[in-house]
């Protein structure tokens, strides 16, 4: 006990007699941590076991769970030392839940546990209230022997030779995790997962430490603000229009209040007499259906029954109520051919899927209008709704299905148009059932549906203390230098000593499988002769993994000594089961085939059958026509492309570069993906190996690396495609691209590329119309978003900063008002001009290279205006042209070792005392000296003794210091912005004003807006070759229809879409 509640049950009898407690059994709770009324083992029955806020844990005779199976290969090596550290979350800018609370924490230290946390701005809980509570707030969790965080942890950021816990999402193999599975082994890491924490480490338990009931709770709140705005559609103002996202309210108290109080006004002032009776629909019975259960009955309600909804309907308004129906197994299937209604025995339904067929449309769709779906579902069960099912419910006039609440949010799943997930920013898409067509727009006829796949974040206090509660009585096993991990631990520790635990090696099968077998996975079955195989072959579908049948099978032929080929490994197919064919060969071939026939109907769990063929019989592989994607370069925008490439099942994605960690991580991306390291610049002979097995080469190289890919493209066939401007050197491979055939499709980037197609798309429709062009201005920037703009410079580096650097230099000519406009690259930073083209931001634009010849490749001859510049927020020129004319862009020498002695140099070789009288005497009077000299002293370069990196080289020195101090942190994002204005005339007189925007934001800890902007587009123009979309050959840009309106058309499928508005001004 702490002081305050010694205090006060001592001076309260009525509280002591009933707790039975003396004064001196309450010294002897606040002397003795160890009293029996902490150490007792509590229920099993909870799924949540919170320790008293007041007592100590006990390390000896507390523990919660069973400790009947206990292993040593885990323990072993990985000694406790009593200190825990818990990350920073970065999976997502919303995840803002913790695994302990500072409550928890203060717990734990009050057990004489060390707690290390690092220091986060977006938690719920700050970094203060950690202090607190007792625990050291530092980046470096290298003390702890145990580490805690929510969601994966980044690769980059995992420590050798620790203990982890986090959910990791790769116990069924996802591919796309199967890089952290890999530095999970790499570095020897303890792994924990807490998806894997059974009651009593059963595989069929109930799970122990999860975030329960609140997806539930978030998404019936959520729903109440979709509910409103698609009555509003209809004409129908309602109190549900004023209900927030949860995320909105401070914690759950306050949320729970603010239904309620939306619930007196429906009872007090009734919903609209016009509207039908509101019926919500909950399907579920977990406790992601209770949590939404518990908010909706916060509200006036009456449940009524499936049976009763036809006649509730007739019922006249006003309505002072909501109605409530549960959904059963008997509301959403029935025997096929059985019309009784009878209940379904639950057991036959989940072994015997396939023998019901769907009524859910039939007896409920007609008469709900908010579908709360918290159901399990796989591939194996009838859906409950289908597009078809409810597209002819909107024929026979049953349009009453205003939202749906897809709380499980599984993607085309039980709810099958449920096409997508939605973001907590914007929770919402409207369904078009008749047209079968998706939009951000909520519009009067469809329905409005909510898809939030990180539902408990929005309620991160709560949901974090709810989930720690479970999980604290389990840490002193782990941390404690003596350590006795309990049978919970033990099944779900994934890895350990740099290999995967007994339970979990079928994953290293499965990978191994997945990389040997890319070119069959999904894939159309085909038949083909076993006497193409060495051995034996038993063909194995069921639920293989969950059941621990595939497990057991491998063991088997492991212990019988026989070898095996995996032929095919697929998990969870169309069917909702996983199948296997495995060849097996030598040792006891024969006794091993008779043990996996009597091994299969013994585990009745896996619902599996075996097949076994003989030499002579057929058997089921795949095989697939895959086309091979070489992409050149591993760098900043490298990921996007393979990611896009990647996602269909006949593309080979090859990756190479010089960087095996960027390598991995961008091949990773693909779902057939390879990393292959090496110079590409230097071992042309590896290169040309590969270049000409591919169906088409990407180069994401510099730009001066082009022309020589080019000719080992024009060589052997294979067609190319670059982001880059065409050089000179590239052009002049014009003529060998038509008598090879080929195609080398070049500026499918951002800038160039986006800028084309989508001012090519105006023009030509003004050309078309019979217009003439006669003002074009285009500029685009990659810059930081607003919020992360916190530095002299305003900017931060989402590509090459060598090649921001380099453009800073370039000379630029266009045209303004009929006048050449001619810029040295000397003066480009001093010849900046504000731009207002996005209102709300306070920019400015460069010139940018030679406008000039766009006039003929936009077949622009009569626009006495050519501009293309480049974005930057207002301030960012000058101060770079007072860097610049100091020297820092120069590739001389730097003249001595640290950046002080740099500085001092270079204002000795001006002749300045100082920075201030340097700007005063070279830079003009548009620089602020004090601003310049602030700039210098926050990177570090003026007064201390920080070293430069290439002493050789001023400009390499400074680019890598501005690369490391101008870095995103994990929770900021980057931005790009792109516009034009265009103005044309017609014969008539009559004059328009084009302005088209792009503005896009990148994800925190995910994808930048300029890989996604840069990367979706290069994919984008190599796909319009591997499909045939792109007939032309040659050296091409994207600036013709057959190519840019494909290609936008796509982009905007990926969110990319440009803002486009027209004045026209008639004579």
């Given at each position: 006990?702490?002081?305050?509640?010694?205090?006060r049950?001592?001076?309260?009898?009525?509280i002591?007699?009933?707790?039975?407690?003396?004064?001196?059994?309450?010294?002897?709770l606040?002397?003795?941590p160890?009293?029996?009324?902490w150490?007792?083992?509590?229920?099993?029955?909870?799924?949540?076991?919170?320790?008293?806020?007041?007592?100590?844990?006990?390390?000896?005779?507390?523990?919660?769970?069973?400790?009947?199976?206990?292993?040593k290969?885990i323990?072993?090596?990985?000694?406790?030392?009593n200190t825990?550290?818990i990350?920073?979350?970065?999976?997502?800018?919303?995840?803002r839940?913790?695994p302990?609370?500072?409550?928890q924490?203060?717990?734990?230290?009050?057990?004489?546990?060390?707690?290390?946390?690092?220091?986060?701005?977006?938690?719920?809980?700050?970094?203060a209230?950690?202090?607190?509570?007792?625990a050291?707030?530092?980046?470096?969790?290298?003390?702890?022997?145990l580490?805690l965080?929510?969601?994966?942890?980044?690769?980059?950021?995992?420590?050798?030779d620790?203990?982890?816990?986090?959910?990791?999402?790769?116990?069924k193999?996802?591919p796309?995790?199967m890089s952290?599975?890999?530095?999970?082994?790499?570095?020897?890491?303890?792994?924990?997962?807490?998806?894997c924490?059974?009651?009593g480490?059963?595989?069929?338990?109930?799970?122990?430490?999860?975030?329960?009931q609140?997806?539930?709770i978030?998404?019936?709140i959520?729903t109440?603000?979709?509910i409103?705005?698609?009555?509003?559609q209809?004409g129908?103002s309602?109190p549900?229009l004023?209900?927030?996202?949860?995320?909105?309210?401070?914690?759950l108290?306050?949320?729970?209040?603010?239904?309620?109080?939306?619930?007196?006004?429906i009872?007090?002032?009734?919903?609209?007499?016009?509207?039908?009776?509101l019926?919500?629909?909950?399907?579920?019975a977990?406790n992601?259906?209770?949590?939404?259960r518990?908010?909706?009955e916060l509200?006036?309600?009456?449940?009524?029954?499936?049976?009763d909804l036809?006649?509730?309907k007739?019922t006249?308004g006003?309505?002072?109520?909501?109605?409530?129906?549960?959904?059963?197994?008997?509301?959403?299937?029935?025997?096929?051919?059985?019309?009784?209604?009878a209940?379904?025995?639950?057991?036959?339904?989940r072994?015997?899927?396939?023998?019901?067929?769907?009524?859910?449309?039939?007896k409920?769709?007609p008469?709900?209008?908010?579908?709360?779906n918290?159901?399990?579902?796989?591939?194996?069960?009838p859906?409950?709704?289908?597009?078809?099912?409810?597209?002819?419910?909107?024929?026979?006039?049953?349009?009453?299905?205003?939202?749906?609440?897809?709380?499980s949010?599984?993607?085309g799943?039980?709810v099958e148009f449920?096409?997508k997930?939605?973001?907590?920013?914007k929770?919402y898409?409207?369904?078009?059932?008749v047209?079968?067509?998706v939009s951000d727009?909520?519009?009067?006829?469809?329905i409005?549906i909510?898809g939030?796949?990180?539902?408990?974040?929005?309620?991160p206090?709560?949901?974090?203390?709810?989930?720690?509660d479970?999980?604290l009585?389990?840490?002193?096993?782990?941390?404690?230098?003596k350590?006795?991990?309990g049978?919970?631990l033990?099944s779900s520790?994934?890895?350990?000593?740099?290999?995967?635990?007994?339970?979990?090696?079928?994953?290293?099968?499965?990978?191994?499988?997945v990389?040997?077998e890319?070119?069959?996975?999904?894939?159309?079955?085909?038949?083909?002769a076993?006497?193409?195989?060495?051995?034996?072959?038993?063909q194995?579908?069921?639920?293989?993994?969950d059941?621990?049948?595939?497990?057991?099978?491998l063991d088997?032929v492991?212990?019988?000594?026989c070898?095996?080929?995996i032929?095919k490994?697929?998990?969870?197919?169309?069917d909702g089961?996983?199948?296997?064919?495995?060849s097996?060969?030598?040792?006891?071939?024969?006794s091993?085939?008779?043990?996996?026939?009597?091994?299969?109907?013994?585990l009745?769990?896996?619902e599996?059958?075996?097949?076994?063929?003989?030499?002579?019989t057929?058997?089921?592989v795949?095989?697939?026509?895959?086309?091979q994607?070489?992409v050149?370069?591993?760098?900043r925008?490298a990921?996007?492309?393979?990611?896009?490439?990647?996602?269909?099942?006949?593309r080979?994605?090859?990756?190479?570069?010089n960087?095996?960690?960027?390598v991995?991580?961008?091949?990773?991306?693909?779902?057939?993906g390879?990393g292959?390291?090496?110079?590409?610049?230097?071992?042309?002979?590896?290169?040309?190996?590969?270049?000409?097995t591919?169906?088409?080469?990407?180069?994401?190289?510099?730009?001066?690396?082009?022309?020589?890919v080019?000719?080992?493209?024009?060589?052997?066939?294979?067609?190319m495609?670059?982001a880059?401007?065409?050089?000179?050197?590239?052009?002049?491979?014009?003529q060998?691209?038509l008598?090879?055939?080929?195609t080398?499709?070049?500026?499918?980037?951002?800038?160039?590329?986006?800028?084309?197609?989508?001012?090519m798309?105006?023009?030509d429709?003004?050309?078309?119309?019979?217009?003439?062009?006669?003002?074009?201005?285009?500029?685009?920037?990659?810059l930081?978003?607003?919020?992360?703009?916190?530095?002299p410079?305003?900017?931060k580096?989402?590509?090459?900063?060598?090649?921001?650097?380099?453009?800073?230099?370039?000379?630029?000519?266009?045209?303004?008002?009929?006048?050449v406009v001619?810029?040295?690259?000397?003066?480009l930073l001093?010849?900046?001009?504000?731009?207002?083209?996005?209102?709300?931001?306070?920019?400015?634009?460069?010139?940018?290279?030679?406008?000039?010849?766009?006039?003929?490749?936009?077949?622009?001859?009569?626009?006495?205006?050519?501009?293309?510049?480049?974005?930057?927020?207002?301030?960012?020129?000058q101060?770079?042209?007072g860097?610049?004319?100091?020297?820092?862009?120069?590739?001389?020498?730097?003249?001595?070792?640290?950046?002080?002695?740099?500085?001092?140099?270079?204002?000795?070789?001006?002749?300045a005392?100082?920075?201030?009288?340097?700007?005063r005497?070279?830079?003009?009077?548009?620089?602020?000296?004090?601003?310049?000299k602030g700039?210098?002293?926050?990177?570090g370069?003026?007064?201390?003794?920080?070293?430069?990196?290439?002493p050789?080289?001023?400009?390499?020195s400074?680019?890598t210091l501005?690369?490391?101090?101008?870095?995103f942190?994990g929770?900021?994002?980057?931005?790009?912005?792109?516009?034009?204005?265009?103005r044309?005339?017609?014969?008539?007189?009559?004059?328009?004003?084009?302005?088209?925007?792009?503005?896009?934001?990148?994800?925190?800890?995910?994808m930048s807006a300029?890989c996604?902007?840069?990367?979706?587009?290069?994919a984008?123009?190599?796909e319009?070759i591997?499909n045939?979309?792109?007939?032309?050959?040659?050296?091409?840009?994207?600036?013709?229809?057959?190519?840019?309106?494909?290609?936008?058309?796509?982009?905007?499928?990926?969110?990319l879409?440009?803002?486009?508005?027209?004045?026209?001004?008639?004579?």
């Amino acid at each position: 006990l702490d002081s305050e509640m010694f205090r006060r049950l001592s001076s309260n009898t009525a509280i002591r007699g009933r707790l039975g407690l003396s004064r001196n059994s309450l010294r002897a709770l606040q002397t003795t941590p160890h009293h029996p009324l902490w150490t007792q083992k509590p229920p099993t029955s909870t799924t949540s076991t919170p320790c008293p806020s007041s007592a100590k844990l006990d390390r000896n005779k507390y523990h919660p769970f069973s400790t009947a199976t206990t292993s040593k290969s885990i323990q072993d090596g990985y000694d406790g030392n009593n200190t825990l550290g818990i990350v920073r979350e970065t999976y997502n800018k919303w995840e803002r839940r913790v695994p302990l609370t500072p409550d928890q924490v203060r717990e734990l230290v009050q057990s004489n546990y060390k707690v290390l946390i690092q220091p986060a701005n977006h938690r719920i809980f700050t970094d203060a209230e950690y202090t607190a509570a007792g625990a050291t707030v530092t980046e470096d969790l290298g003390e702890a022997c145990l580490i805690l965080g929510v969601k994966q942890v980044a690769n980059e950021n995992l420590l050798k030779d620790k203990s982890y816990m986090f959910f990791s999402h790769v116990i069924k193999g996802q591919p796309e995790n199967m890089s952290l599975l890999q530095k999970l082994l790499d570095d020897n890491i303890r792994f924990f997962d807490y998806e894997c924490i059974t009651a009593g480490g059963a595989s069929d338990g109930k799970r122990l430490v999860a975030f329960g009931q609140f997806a539930g709770i978030a998404g019936m709140i959520d729903t109440f603000q979709a509910i409103g705005q698609q009555l509003l559609q209809s004409g129908y103002s309602t109190p549900f229009l004023n209900s927030p996202s949860s995320y909105m309210y401070r914690d759950l108290v306050a949320a729970k209040f603010g239904v309620s109080s939306m619930g007196r006004d429906i009872s007090n002032g009734g919903l609209p007499t016009a509207l039908e009776p509101l019926v919500f629909a909950f399907t579920g019975a977990g406790n992601v259906a209770k949590g939404a259960r518990e908010i909706f009955e916060l509200l006036p309600h009456k449940y009524v029954k499936v049976e009763d909804l036809e006649e509730l309907k007739k019922t006249p308004g006003p309505h002072n109520f909501v109605y409530g129906v549960v959904i059963e197994e008997k509301d959403m299937v029935r025997l096929k051919g059985d019309d009784s209604g009878a209940d379904i025995e639950k057991a036959h339904y989940r072994k015997s899927p396939n023998a019901y067929e769907p009524v859910f449309h039939e007896k409920v769709g007609p008469h709900v209008n908010v579908l709360v779906n918290g159901m399990y579902w796989d591939q194996r069960y009838p859906r409950l709704l289908t597009k078809e099912q409810i597209k002819q419910l909107y024929a026979d006039g049953n349009d009453g299905l205003l939202a749906l609440a897809d709380i499980s949010c599984d993607i085309g799943g039980s709810v099958e148009f449920l096409e997508k997930s939605t973001s907590v920013e914007k929770p919402y898409f409207h369904y078009d059932p008749v047209n079968d067509e998706v939009s951000d727009e909520i519009k009067r006829e469809g329905i409005t549906i909510m898809g939030v796949d990180i539902l408990p974040s929005e309620l991160p206090r709560e949901a974090s203390k709810y989930f720690g509660d479970a999980l604290l009585p389990l840490l002193p096993g782990l941390l404690d230098e003596k350590s006795t991990v309990g049978a919970e631990l033990v099944s779900s520790c994934i890895t350990a000593h740099g290999e995967l635990t007994e339970k979990f090696k079928y994953i290293d099968q499965l990978k191994r499988a997945v990389l040997k077998e890319q070119r069959a996975v999904n894939a159309k079955a085909r038949m083909a002769a076993v006497d193409e195989q060495d051995g034996t072959i038993i063909q194995l579908d069921g639920h293989l993994f969950d059941s621990g049948l595939i497990n057991n099978v491998l063991d088997l032929v492991e212990d019988r000594a026989c070898e095996v080929d995996i032929i095919k490994m697929e998990v969870r197919g169309e069917d909702g089961k996983s199948h296997a064919v495995l060849s097996v060969t030598g040792g006891q071939k024969d006794s091993v085939i008779a043990e996996i026939e009597d091994l299969v109907p013994k585990l009745p769990r896996a619902e599996a059958t075996c097949a076994v063929y003989e030499k002579g019989t057929p058997a089921v592989v795949t095989d697939l026509n895959q086309k091979q994607v070489l992409v050149l370069g591993a760098g900043r925008v490298a990921n996007s492309f393979a990611e896009y490439v990647g996602r269909r099942d006949d593309r080979k994605v090859i990756v190479c570069g010089n960087v095996e960690a960027e390598v991995k991580s961008v091949a990773g991306e693909a779902k057939f993906g390879e990393g292959i390291c090496f110079d590409v610049t230097s071992d042309t002979e590896r290169l040309e190996s590969l270049v000409k097995t591919s169906d088409v080469v990407v180069s994401l190289l510099p730009a001066p690396f082009h022309p020589m890919v080019g000719n080992m493209c024009i060589d052997h066939g294979v067609n190319m495609v670059t982001a880059s401007y065409v050089s000179p050197a590239v052009a002049d491979l014009e003529q060998r691209c038509l008598d090879a055939g080929i195609t080398i499709l070049n500026e499918v980037g951002l800038d160039p590329g986006m800028d084309h197609m989508s001012a090519m798309r105006i023009m030509d429709d003004v050309k078309a119309r019979g217009g003439t062009i006669k003002h074009f201005s285009s500029v685009c920037g990659g810059l930081p978003a607003p919020e992360a703009a916190n530095n002299p410079l305003m900017y931060k580096f989402s590509w090459s900063p060598m090649g921001v650097l380099t453009a800073s230099g370039n000379s630029a000519t266009y045209l303004k008002g009929g006048k050449v406009v001619e810029v040295e690259g000397s003066e480009l930073l001093n010849n900046a001009d504000d731009l207002f083209g996005f209102p709300t931001m306070n920019l400015e634009c460069l010139p940018n290279r030679d406008s000039l010849i766009y006039r003929e490749l936009y077949d622009i001859p009569d626009a006495d205006t050519v501009f293309r510049g480049t974005i930057r927020f207002k301030g960012f020129s000058q101060l770079m042209y007072g860097l610049k004319r100091l020297g820092l862009l120069e590739g001389s020498p730097c003249g001595a070792d640290d950046w002080k002695g740099v500085i001092d140099k270079l204002l000795e070789k001006a002749g300045a005392k100082n920075v201030e009288e340097f700007v005063r005497d070279n830079c003009g009077g548009g620089v602020d000296a004090e601003s310049v000299k602030g700039c210098l002293e926050w990177l570090g370069m003026n007064g201390s003794d920080l070293k430069v990196s290439h002493p050789s080289n001023i400009v390499e020195s400074f680019c890598t210091l501005l690369e490391n101090r101008l870095l995103f942190t994990g929770s900021e994002r980057d931005m790009v912005l792109m516009h034009h204005d265009i103005r044309a005339t017609f014969p008539d007189g009559t004059l328009e004003n084009h302005s088209s925007s792009l503005q896009v934001y990148g994800q925190v800890n995910e994808m930048s807006a300029m890989c996604k902007t840069v990367g979706y587009t290069a994919a984008i123009g190599a796909e319009l070759i591997l499909n045939g979309d792109i007939k032309e050959k040659g050296i091409l840009t994207p600036m013709t229809p057959s190519i840019y309106e494909k290609s936008l058309e796509l982009l905007e499928e990926e969110g990319l879409v440009f803002d486009e508005s027209c004045t026209v001004i008639r004579k």
